[in-house]
C-alpha cells in the first residue's frame, strides 16, 4: 500500500512536471510568433531594392566600419583595466569598498543622454575639462566616441568579471604564490584560464554595449555624417530626415551584430563554471 501511494505521488509530480513544461513551450512559442509577427511586417515593407542600395552606401559602410573599429578598440583598452580592477575589488576588503564599486557601476547605471550631458559639460565647462579637450581634442570628434564607449564597457566588464573572479578558489592561487609566482604572474598564468570563458563573455558584453550606445555619444560627439556617425547614429539621422527604409535596413544591420555578440555570449558563458569548456 504504501508502495502504490509513493508511485502515486510520484505520477502526479510528474504530470505537474511535463505540465509546467507544456506551458513553458507555449509561452515561448507565443512569444516567439509575436516577435517574429512584429518583425516581419515591420520589415517587410523594405524593399530588397532599397535594402541591398542601404547596406552598399557611404553612408552605412562608414558607419558600420566606424562602429566596429571604435566598439572594439575601447573595449579592448577597458578589458585590460577592468581584469586588474575587478582582480583588486575581488581579492581585496577595504575602506570605500562598496563606494567605488558603485561608483564603477555609474555610467552603467546612468542613462545615456544624462552620462553625455556630464561629459559634455565637463569638457566645455570646467577649466579642467577644457585643458584636457585642448590636449585629446575630445568634443564632437571622433575621440568622443571612444571615451563614451570605453567608460560604459569598462562598467559592465569590471562587475561581470568580479563575479566570475569571486567564483575561483583562491586555493590554486595559494599554490602558485608557494611554487614563487607572484600576483600579476598568478592572474594571468592561474587565474585568467580558469575563467577565459567568462573574460569572453565579459568582453562580448562590452562590446555590445559600446556598439549600441546612442545617448552618450550623440550628446558629446555629434552626429556629424561621415565623421561621428556611427551605426546607432546613422539610425537617427535617417529617421531625424525620413528615410524610414533606410533606417529600417540600418536597424536590422545593428540587429545581426547584435545577435553575433549575443550567440558569442550564450556560447562563452556555457563554459564559465570551470573555464575549460570551449564554444
Known amino acids: 500500500m504504501r508502495c502504490y501511494r509513493m508511485l502515486a505521488r510520484l505520477s ?25 509577427t512584429v518583425l ?32 572594439a578598440t575601447s573595449t579592448l583598452i577597458a578589458l585590460w583595466l577592468s581584469i586588474h580592477v575587478a582582480y583588486f575589488l575581488s581579492r581585496y ?11 564603477i557601476l555609474l555610467p552603467y547605471a546612468l542613462t545615456p543622454v544624462a552620462l553625455g ?33 570605453f567608460l560604459v564597457s569598462f562598467s559592465v566588464m ?3 568579471l568580479k563575479s566570475y573572479l569571486d567564483s575561483v578558489d583562491v586555493e590554486y592561487e595559494s599554490v602558485a604564490y608557494s611554487l614563487g609566482y607572484d600576483r600579476l604572474r598568478t592572474l594571468y598564468k592561474v587565474t ?37 556617425s556611427t551605426l546607432p547614429i546613422t539610425i537617427y539621422l535617417f529617421m531625424s530626415s525620413g528615410e524610414v527604409d533606410k533606417a529600417l535596413t540600418a536597424v536590422g544591420l545593428d540587429a545581426l551584430v547584435s545577435m553575433f555578440a549575443l550567440i558569442v555570449i550564450k556560447k562563452s558563458a556555457a563554459g564559465v563554471k570551470y573555464g575549460f569548456r570551449g564554444f
Open 12 to 36: 502526479r509530480v510528474r504530470i505537474s512536471f511535463d505540465g509546467a513544461r507544456l506551458a513553458g513551450a507555449l509561452l515561448l512559442v507565443l512569444s516567439l510568433g509575436l516577435f517574429l
Open 192 to 228: 585568467l584560464p580558469m575563467i577565459k570563458n567568462g573574460v569572453i563573455t565579459a568582453y562580448a558584453l562590452g562590446f555590445l554595449k559600446a556598439f549600441s550606445d546612442f545617448g552618450a555619444s550623440v550628446m558629446l560627439a555629434g552626429a556629424t555624417l561621415f565623421k561621428t
Open 158 to 160: 569590471t562587475n561581470a
Open 40 to 71: 516581419i511586417s515591420t520589415f517587410s515593407s523594405v524593399g530588397l531594392k532599397e535594402a541591398v542600395l542601404t547596406l552598399t552606401s557611404n553612408e552605412v559602410s562608414f558607419a558600420l566600419s566606424l562602429s566596429l573599429t571604435t566598439s
Open 93 to 103: 576588503d577595504f575602506y570605500g569598498k562598496t563606494l567605488l564599486e558603485v561608483l
Open 117 to 149: 550631458t556630464l561629459l559634455l559639460v565637463f569638457f566645455s565647462r570646467t577649466s579642467f575639462g577644457v585643458f584636457l579637450d585642448s590636449l585629446f581634442n575630445v568634443v564632437f570628434n571622433v575621440n568622443a566616441l571612444l571615451l563614451v564607449q
